[in-house]
């Protein structure tokens, strides 16, 4: 047993050294799905827009809808697409797009959609004090009656960051202090922290978190690298894995879900113990996307979509996130008839 109370490479889970892991699947009419909302544009989002969108959400059967933590970005999103592996150039003429704040619209969300579950995706660890985040997610857990899911990743755009002056230096590093300071805190405990980065000195979340060990951490990744691995098995209750740029097939997840599940077998974790969760683009048809030669997003008839979702049922993956091309309340409305056919019995 390692000193952390976790087992030793050599207690893992009977069956899961040295070969594949293999989850139970998840039965297709069980499969949650989620909705990215469209909290973004070039030119004015309202939170009118927002709200109408995920009461038609709530309506057609979605279960969480999830908020972007994003600022101010190149609305070609060409950084995030090159950090996803995608070759995808420079514009220079590009329009800049805005985003609505992330943790101000989930408040607002808990309260607006009574039965949905709400999410970051993801948040930046280096946008705001680990301890005040922290604060801000068991609050809205609180407002929501527990349904919450804070995700957390290290921020995937450097000039993002620049741009409003946060630093970035050493950003996976800071990632891996706030994920330890946001897990003592929603424990009740009180917290020493005095690091380079981050220094508290007897913080403690009063009121404490609405649940007992606070609201569940996803992380999420795309080949994630060794030491991203490491902190998946070690501090998500949640892993996503986010194909939104690149190939929304289940061949595909299931690549990066035996990186994941391979990372929990070598840090003494049971892989089942991490829920699994992907996203993808939905290209809804008559939204006029075209996707790039590179890409393969969910697409075609409701029947086709459905079975591709099956495929990630089928791999043990508990919820699909989709970020739709028809972003307004007739996408949402459109995507329906694929949560007909996911949810209806063979």
């Known amino acids: 047993m390692k000193a952390d109370g976790n087992p030793t490479n050599s207690e893992a889970p009977p069956g899961v050294r040295g070969d594949p892991f293999h989850r139970p699947p998840v039965p297709p009419d069980r499969l949650r799905l989620g909705l990215i909302l469209p909290t973004w544009t070039t030119t004015n989002v309202r939170w009118s827009e927002v709200v109408e969108i995920a009461g038609v959400a709530e309506e057609v059967g979605f279960d969480s809808v999830w908020v972007s933590d994003h600022l101010l970005l190149p609305s070609n999103n060409a950084e995030l697409k090159r950090r996803a ?103 009740n405990e009180s917290v020493d922290f005095d690091s380079p980065h981050h220094q508290l000195q007897g913080a403690k979340l009063l009121p404490g978190a609405h649940r007992k060990n606070g609201p569940p951490i996803m992380i999420g990744t795309l080949n994630p690298k060794s030491r991203m691995q490491r902190l998946v098995a070690q501090y998500a209750d949640i892993w996503n894995g986010w194909l939104g740029y690149t190939d929304a097939s289940p061949e595909s997840a299931q690549k990066q879900l035996g990186i994941i599940d391979g990372a929990c077998v070598e840090h003494g974790r049971d892989p089942n113990s991490l829920t699994a969760t992907t996203a993808v683009r939905g290209a809804m048809p008559g939204s006029g996307y075209t996707p790039r030669p590179d890409e393969n997003p969910l697409q075609g008839p409701p029947q086709q979509m459905a079975e591709t979702l099956r495929g990630h049922a089928k791999l043990g993956i508990a919820e699909v996130q989709v970020a739709l091309t028809m972003g307004g309340p007739e996408g949402v409305r459109a995507f329906a008839p694929v949560i007909e056919e996911l949810r209806a019995k063979s």
Do not use: W
């Not at 630093?167 to 805190?185: D, H, M, N, S, Y």
């Open 85 to 187: 592996g995608v070759d995808f150039p420079d514009d220079p003429d590009v329009e800049l797009e805005g985003y609505l704040e992330c943790f101000t619209t989930m408040a607002a969300l808990a309260v607006a959609v009574p039965r949905l579950e709400i999410g970051s995706f993801v948040a930046s660890t280096g946008y705001r004090n680990a301890g005040l985040m922290a604060k801000m997610a068991v609050t809205i857990d609180d407002i929501s009656g527990g349904r919450l899911i804070l995700g957390v990743g290290s921020g995937d755009s450097e000039g993002e960051h620049r741009t409003f002056g946060f630093p970035t230096e050493q950003r996976v590093g800071r990632f891996e202090e706030a994920l330890q300071i946001t897990k003592k805190l929603f424990a």
